[in-house]
């Protein structure tokens, strides 16, 4: 079982920045493929951007295309915590943010979302 808590919320005016943290549960992070998603009022829950292990040191990183260039996904493994920095941000990416956690396959493990509101 993997705990997930999200935090970094709010409301912040167009071509502002915030920061959402992800915390996640286990000996294992390090390991873990991760993403982010968001869901807007009405729409479907999308995948913003994951990261994910592809052995030793080294991480591959993706992003949608309404992510590249303005965010940023990172992760610090000694403190079990992924980062999303979101800068230049728009009125179409207020949503619930998500983080979720796959250990194989699917993501299994989801946390409660937090708001992201950006006001034009």
């Known amino acids: 079982q993997v705990h997930v808590v999200e935090s970094g919320g709010g409301l912040v005016q167009a071509g502002g920045s915030l920061r959402l943290s992800c915390v996640a549960t286990g000996r294992a992070f390090s390991t873990y493929r991760m993403g982010w998603f968001r869901q807007a009022p009405g729409k479907v829950r999308e995948l913003v951007s994951s990261i994910s292990w592809t052995g030793g040191s080294t991480y591959y990183a993706d992003y949608a295309d309404s992510a590249k260039g303005r965010f940023t996904i990172s992760r610090d493994n000694a403190k079990n915590t992924m980062y999303l920095q979101m800068n230049s941000l728009k009125p179409e990416d207020t949503a619930v943010y998500y983080c979720?956690?796959?250990?194989?396959?699917?993501?299994?493990?989801w946390g409660q979302g937090t708001q992201v509101t950006v006001s034009s």
């Open positions: 979720a956690v796959a250990l194989a396959g699917r993501y299994d493990y």
